[in-house]
Structure formats: C-alpha cells, structure tokens
C-alpha cells in the first residue's frame, strides 16, 4: 500500500534523496529488520523506515562523478559496459 508515502510526499516540502537501505560494503537489506540491523547507532526515533516488504531485487548502481573520472562504487542492476555506452 502506497497510500501513506504519496501522502508524506504531497506534504513534504523538503528534498528526499533515497538508495539502497545499506552502509557501504553491506549486502542491500531485503527487509525492514534488516535495515534496523545497519543502523544501531540510530534511535527509534531518528529513523523513519516505510516498511514496504520483503525485496528480492538487485541493489542500485551507484556511481560517483568527480571532475573528468567517472567511478563505479557499486555495481547493480546496471552493467558496467551498459553505463560507459550511456555516457
């Protein structure tokens, strides 16, 4: 059910930047209990997790751009040789 996060976006009137629900050099989390697990160092209330279920999907690709060198940090869904064409 999506209703609740179209609601928090219609009212919010800040910037949402959003990736995978992992630190670096950690499995993407599949699930709610998971992303909790990343981030002990977080009180129950400085997070706000929607749990919208279980994932099976890859994580996202993520990639840095800094001045004339384009670095893969971490490689997902999107093949690096998919990337380099597009660019």
């Known amino acids: ?9 219609e009212n919010f009137a800040g910037i949402i930047a959003v990736s995978s629900a992992n630190k670096s050099n ?3 989390a599949k ?3 998971e992303v909790v ?5 977080y009180s129950s209330k400085e997070l706000l ?8 999907s890859q994580a996202s690709t993520v ?9 893969i940090l971490r490689l ?5 040789e998919k990337i380099f064409e597009l660019l």
Do not use: H, M, Q, R
């Open 31 to 33: 699930n709610c209990s």
């Open 49 to 56: 997790i929607i749990d919208g279920g279980s994932t099976t």
């Open 76 to 80: 997902g869904a999107i093949t690096k």
């Open 1 to 9: 059910d999506k209703k609740f996060v179209n609601k928090l976006l």
């Open 63 to 71: 990639i840095k751009f800094e001045e004339e060198e384009v670095k």
């Open 37 to 41: 697990s990343y981030f002990t160092e």
């Open 26 to 28: 950690f499995e993407a």
